[in-house]
């Protein structure tokens, strides 16, 4: 049972590895994909128009605002005047962020307290939106940073996206981007491998040897979930050095969820390959099943904003669970008291879509 | 523990289509089985059948003495098969196919080394271990194939048209090794349509159109056509020669073989001097007209014409 496994993970990764498409698909869609997405989202947002209401007045909150012009993403167009002027300029969109300094801000540093600083942005646009506040969150940090060096408490960023609520729960495109890829490639991956085994001919020699079924579908889905790992950490990687993406979460948790969540993709790609008899079959069936899991799955669109029909669909797709997994873990920190329902909910699927696979298998070989 | 394979009133439907129908046959021990047939006529949904990999419509089947319907895991454990489609990883060298193979067979560490050394040496594949596996031409692949389906010492081969598309000197190379482990014990039940392939088998079955046609030894089959005769006709153009003596009263068939034709007759000595007089009349001056031992085609081509006339009969009968 052991060697056969063996064997047959052996088989599969000197496959992959000696075909040069299978290789673009595991390590260079998800680099490329994360550059893209990564920049796409963020290059177009430089000289933000920022309304600064500074009422400490103080050398630290001047230093603070001077941070922020001299990253190049924040423009001061009005440094005087109050809360109610920097509204107004937020509301006809002559300022697309309000920097708001209240008193005690140096007080607050010198006395080794956390400072607060809010930053309120124009949410219209959520994805500029989105890409201010990481911005914000880095120059705080940084800032915060600075002055941690001598004895001194640090700063927060407090901010705040008016107009667009549901900003603060779409979030960033890294954990959407793990998602995404890690059931395209797991699916590409698995649907493919059983499917060329078809269409070359070897199935009905590894039918007639006494490989079983289970032993079969282990062996099909393993290297493939390894590979899943792999890539789950490359663009972890990616995002946490490249981007600044936080990882406040248990990085363990986030291995337990991606196991469950490969049970569900490769369940998938083994449906698929029972289903079709050549590889082109099998590339556009994932295709067809992959675009509705994605725009189903609150990357692109929040959910709330589905009508009630469509949300209800959104319950059977695990990259749902998934992306809220991923966001809690990345960038709330949050932990397994607060993300066992989605949790349980990717066991259960990937539970049913391996048997059914299994029993599919079972009834075709037959 | 007589036959290896004994088969009786086997069948398999597919939706109203009978693939197989109602075959009957046994296979001794230490034979060389031949299952002979067109395109389509059912042989390799047999084989199949006979390798657990289809389940039966009707009728049964034991091999080595396992009934393959009710343990079609304990048939596969002692058979070796070579699927009529390519059956080998293209992009996998020779060395990790059988690696892979002989792994799933449950062979590990030094016993799968020694298998393997020792079925390359058979095959004679040494130089090849390394080699790509679909870098190789077609005849060595089916080399490959065969040590494959031998790494774990079955006593029953089953080969697929295991020499569909090889040319004829790697065909006798590959019968020579099939033969080999023949003496040493194994039964090889084959499907082909290449009649010098069907010569060498110790015995033959014809199926036609998913049933039994014909079964017995080569020598048998021929001598069965012995009562009729083969003429062989040369002419400069074969197509319309077959085609006039097709028409003629005392042929009662007649078929193209390369640049011949053979027409088969009943009665040799009167046919051959009207057979030469026709062709005189249409024109085809100077024929050669000779009679020959049938081959194996001839009885071939003979028995289904036969099949096909009766055929034709009942269906006019219904009508
Ligand atoms: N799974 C299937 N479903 C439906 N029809 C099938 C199936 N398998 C085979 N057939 C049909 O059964 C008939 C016999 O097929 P089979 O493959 O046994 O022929 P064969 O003698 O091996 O022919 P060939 O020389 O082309 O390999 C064919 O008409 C084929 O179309
Ligand atoms: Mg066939």
């Known amino acids: 049972m052991i060697e056969r496994l063996k064997r047959m993970m052996i088989k599969e990764f000197l496959q992959v590895l000696r075909d040069p498409r299978m290789l673009g698909v595991i390590f260079g869609v998800p680099l490329i994909q994360t550059l893209v997405f990564g920049y796409a989202v963020s290059t177009d947002v430089t000289d933000v128009p920022t309304a600064v209401v500074d009422r400490d007045r103080s050398p630290a909150s001047r230093e603070l605002v001077a941070a922020f012009t001299s990253s190049g993403h924040f423009r001061v167009v009005s440094a005087e005047g109050g809360m109610e002027r920097a509204q107004a300029m937020l509301d006809d969109g002559s300022a697309g962020a309000v920097l708001r300094i209240d008193e005690g801000f140096a007080g607050d540093l010198e006395g080794g307290r956390t400072a607060r600083v809010q930053l309120i942005v124009d949410g219209t646009d959520s994805n500029t939106a989105r890409v201010v506040l990481v911005y914000a969150n880095r120059i705080t940090e940084r800032f915060s940073g600075a002055v941690r060096a001598a004895p001194a408490g640090g700063v927060q960023l407090v901010h705040r996206a008016w107009f667009n609520e549901n900003l603060e729960s779409r979030n960033f495109f890294v954990p959407g981007i793990i998602a995404m890829l890690v059931m395209l490639v797991t699916v590409i991956l698995t649907s493919m491998a059983v499917v060329r085994e078809k269409e070359v001919g070897t199935i009905e020699q590894l039918l007639v040897s006494p490989i079983t079924p289970a032993e079969f579908i282990l062996g099909k889905t393993l290297p493939f979930a390894i590979i899943g790992y792999v890539d789950v950490l490359l663009v972890s990687l990616l995002g946490v050095f490249w981007f600044d993406v936080p990882i406040r979460g248990s990085v363990l948790l986030l291995l337990l969820a991606t196991t469950f969540y490969l049970m569900t993709t490769l369940g998938i790609g083994l449906l698929i390959s029972t289903a079709c008899r050549t590889q082109q079959q099998a590339l556009m069936m994932v295709f067809l099943v992959f675009f509705p899991f994605v725009l189903l799955s609150g990357f692109m669109f929040p959910i709330e904003n589905m009508p009630r029909a469509v949300q209800y669909l959104t319950w059977v797709n695990p990259l749902r669970y998934f992306l809220v997994i991923l966001r809690g873990i990345f960038l709330k920190g949050t932990g397994v008291e607060i993300l066992w329902p989605q949790m349980a909910a990717l066991l259960a699927m990937g539970a049913a879509l391996l048997a059914a696979a299994t029993l599919r298998f079972r009834k075709t070989s037959a | ?319």
């Open chain 2, 1 to 319: 523990m007589s036959d290896a394979i004994a088969v009786a009133g086997l069948g398999r439907r597919f939706g109203a289509f009978h693939a197989v129908r109602d075959v009957t046959f046994a296979v001794a021990r230490g034979e060389i089985f031949g299952y002979l047939g067109a395109n389509g006529a059912g042989k390799s949904t047999t084989i199949r059948i006979l390798c657990g990999l289809l389940a039966p419509t009707a009728g049964r089947a034991a091999v080595a003495g396992v009934d393959v319907a009710a343990d079609p895991e304990g048939v596969k454990r002692r058979i070796g098969y070579m699927s009529q489609k390519f059956s080998l990883y293209p992009d996998l060298t020779v060395e990790e196919n059988l690696d892979f193979f002989g792994g799933a067979y449950g062979f590990a560490g030094r016993e799968l080394r020694r298998r393997i050394d020792a079925v390359v040496e058979e095959t004679d594949l040494r130089a090849l271990r390394g080699a790509a596996t679909q870098s190789l031409p077609a005849g060595l692949q089916q080399r490959v194939a065969l040590a494959n389906a031998l790494l774990h010492d079955p006593e029953l081969l089953f080969l697929d048209e295991p020499t569909a598309g090889v040319d004829p000197v790697s065909r006798r190379e590959f019968l020579a090794l099939v033969r080999r482990r023949v003496r040493r014990g194994a039964t090889v039940f084959l499907t082909t349509h290449y009649m010098d392939e069907a010569e060498y088998c110790d015995r033959l079955c014809l199926i036609y159109r998913g049933e039994l046609a014909a079964l017995g030894t080569p020598e048998e089959l021929k001598d069965r056509l012995m009562k009729e005769a083969v003429l062989e006709v040369r002419t400069g153009r074969p197509l319309e020669a077959a085609e006039l003596l097709g028409g003629l009263p005392e042929v009662r068939g007649a078929a193209l073989f390369g640049e011949s034709v053979h027409a088969v007759v009943e009665n040799p000595d009167e046919a051959v001097p009207r057979v030469r007089a026709a062709l005189e009349a249409a024109g085809f001056p100077g024929a050669l007209v000779e009679r020959i031992p049938p081959s194996l085609e001839d009885v071939f081509v003979s028995l289904v014409e036969e099949r096909d006339r009766r055929e034709g009969e009942i269906r006019e009968v219904r009508r």
